[in-house]
């Protein structure tokens, strides 16, 4: 009998979600084309998580200097690092690049350089760079075209004086006032970098609150640090009119208390993202709202046998959620029953300090039924000590009654590493009792995050009386 050929499997968008469906289709017997019109790893890998992680460590670094009773004396005053900040950044993401560009090749996944088109049923018509038109047929598609910036008037980016974070992740020359218009993680992440090198921020937020859907203590947390360190908060407000100076843009700002003219060198407008809904779906069929392509636990379209991954399907648009959708997504193009699971998702802001969180905040708990609180502060634990990262705080929100673990929020150096394991506590239901009688290596972070279970009970021990609370 002749053996059957594999399933033809194309996939449009090379980010974290068409990628990894790219190498998952590949792994289960796919032979697998993968279009990209741009670079390899979508926004984040090129304009998001990895190059804004790889600055946001530098400036880090630079602060941990600067406050160190150490080394802070040996700097000077004002240090413009940026231009070779952004020289190491494209470094990391150059490396990534092509580590990805490799883990391609070695799943004998084809990547071709172009723009691909829905023309109806599993066919695709490819534009290649060189500008050939081609039609192609596949078993099953898999879309992942990702996200772009949102804009807001009369904020318009002009790439040089208002921009988006794609042109601030190009900056060579420090701006001395950076006003950041949108309090989302992508607005405070800058204002924790653009401070830390030494601009004067100030964040302005339509909504009451910065960070919305974060539990409500760890946001006031992180405006303690951020007005400590200068940077200005406007909550409640929003940009009116701008004005083009010969040298400073001037932006007209109401806010609760009335209207503030506010001086700027340079303008972040990070309002957030939306999807890129930029293919002709209907040709195919494929449904689409406002929200994004719409899908099904199983990842499909409207359209039999095409999928659709990552940003471009709305929801909490992260690349990790990219990929796992990407997974469900190639497994049953191959024929693989797969859902995706509604399980609690873990969220990290790379700011200073950082936060994390899973599981119900405070306030969503409490409409569930009673609950106890834990709270642990970094001063108290030696690893904040050491690493004079002081600033920081765990709190853990369990079930009354039966002691599960419903939430845990953090704020503090390593928040983003720890919230894995507050991730499998709060999947597992785990208890208070069953997760305080595990050990926790010492001198580490993770001890705080055992003290903060255990003061649930009141049963912190290195906790004083005085600075608990019930």
Do not use: W
């Amino acid at each position: 009998m002749a053996k059957a050929s594999p399933r033809q499997i194309v996939v449009i968008g090379g980010g974290p979600g068409g990628y990894v469906a790219a190498i998952r289709a590949s792994q289960l017997g796919a032979k697998v084309l993968l279009i990209e019109k741009d670079r390899i790893g979508g926004t984040c890998l090129n304009r998001g998580c990895i190059p804004t992680k790889a600055l946001l460590h530098d400036a880090g670094t630079l602060r941990r200097l600067k406050e160190s009773p150490v080394f802070g004396l040996c700097l000077m005053e004002r240090l413009d690092l940026l231009s070779a900040m952004m020289e190491r950044k494209a470094k990391v993401v150059e490396e990534m690049v092509k580590g990805v560009e490799i883990l391609l090749e070695s799943h004998r996944v084809s990547v071709r350089r172009g723009e691909g088109e829905l023309l109806g049923g599993k066919r695709i018509g490819f534009l290649g760079r060189d500008g050939q038109k081609e039609e192609l047929e596949a078993d099953a598609i898999i879309l992942s075209p990702g996200s772009k910036t949102k804009s807001v008037a009369p904020l318009k980016p002009d790439k040089e004086r208002i921009l988006t974070s794609d042109e601030a992740l190009e900056l060579r020359s420090l701006p001395s006032e950076m006003v950041i218009v949108g309090g989302g993680y992508i607005g405070v992440e800058f204002a924790t970098l653009f401070s830390s090198l030494g601009s004067r921020v100030t964040l302005i937020e339509i909504l009451e609150e910065i960070l919305p859907g974060l539990d409500s203590e760890i946001v006031r947390n992180l405006k303690r640090v951020f007005e400590k360190d200068g940077i200005r908060i406007l909550t409640g407000s929003s940009v009116e009119e701008i004005r083009d100076g010969r040298e400073r843009l001037s932006l007209s700002v109401k806010t609760p208390h009335g209207t503030e003219v506010i001086p700027a060198e340079k303008v972040l407008v990070a309002v957030g993202r939306e999807p890129r809904l930029d293919l002709d779906f209907g040709k195919a069929g494929v449904e689409v709202s406002p929200s994004g392509i719409c899908v099904n636990a199983r990842m499909e379209t409207s359209a039999s046998g095409i999928y659709a991954v990552g940003d471009a399907v709305g929801g909490l648009l992260l690349a990790y959620v990219a990929s796992e959708e990407a997974v469900v997504a190639a497994e049953n193009a191959m024929g693989i029953e797969a859902r995706k699971k509604e399980a609690p998702i873990p969220l990290c802001v790379f700011t200073h300090p950082e936060i994390a969180s899973v599981g119900l905040t405070e306030q969503e708990a409490k409409s569930q039924g009673e609950i106890r609180i834990g709270r642990f502060p970094f001063r108290s634990n030696p690893k904040a000590l050491i690493t004079g990262e002081r600033d920081g705080l765990i709190k853990v929100i369990s079930r009354r009654e039966s002691g599960e673990i419903l939430g845990i929020h953090m704020i503090g150096s390593g928040a983003g590493e720890l919230v894995s394991a507050a991730s499998l506590i709060i999947n597992q239901k785990v208890r208070v009792k069953e997760f305080s009688e595990l050990l926790q290596v010492h001198p580490t972070f993770s001890e705080a995050l055992r003290e903060a279970v255990l003061d649930t009970e009141g049963q912190a021990v290195h906790l004083p009386r005085p600075l608990r609370r019930k």
